[in-house]
């Protein structure tokens, strides 16, 4: 793999080369900004107003390394996202792909393309009073996604989208063997509906991302699904909330 490439790659995504200003996280002050800040930008902790990912440039050096040894270690399967706001970790995940001229493995690019659904409260206590709802900056439609997967030339067949709401697209979508999932969507209901979906079909040796464990909603959705199938893999930090852990080859 051309490393400079990829290092480029995600530099460019995070768009830390002309550091675009911040947008003002509050769902009244659509369109404000604040200055760039490269910390934070490293750390993901601002929603850039132009860079395609807010993961940051940590949470994205990590997307490319995994992704890296689902090669090297030949772990069988596809990769996804669950909530991939203007898709820059799937643009990442298929920039390796050609980087490494792969070309029997596909990206799910999966989004409801609308922003966050209201929360389910009866049903997901946890997610009681979100309100990342009321947040349209978070409501990226499909064209515009599209749109920046052909921006790096990435836009082809290995780029799968599946559109809607976790539950309802995920067990019937993605078949599967997986070799990567990351998921990113941020409420308890989510996280829980990706998770029971996805990682039974995640191969042995392959690798579980998730973007948001700082957030207490998807930190309960993981640990329960995590104690409930007797998962004992190590979770590994990557930056203040992101983290991952491998498939054991054997067990859960």
Known sequence: MNRLYTDLLIKVIANTIYGSASQVIDPSKMGETTPFNREDRLLGRDWPAVAHSMAGIKRLTNVRDLVQRVIDENVPGDLIETGVWRGGCCILMR????????KNRKIYVADSFDGLPPPDAGNFPADSG???????QLAIDQAQVESNFAAY???DDQVVFVKGLFGDTLPE????????IR??????????????ALYPRLSPGGFAIIDDLAH???RQAVDDYRACNAIEAEVHEIDWTGGWWQKPVTGN
């Open 173 to 180: 979508r993605v078949a599967g063997p997986l070799a990567l």
């Open 130 to 136: 979100d309100r990342l709802h009321e947040y349209r």
């Open 95 to 102: 920039g390796v792909l050609a980087a490494n001229e792969v």
């Open 216 to 218: 207490p909603p998807c």
């Open 153 to 155: 030339d990435l836009l």
């Open 183 to 196: 998921l990113d969507g941020d409420m308890y209901e989510s996280t829980m509906d990706s998770l029971e």
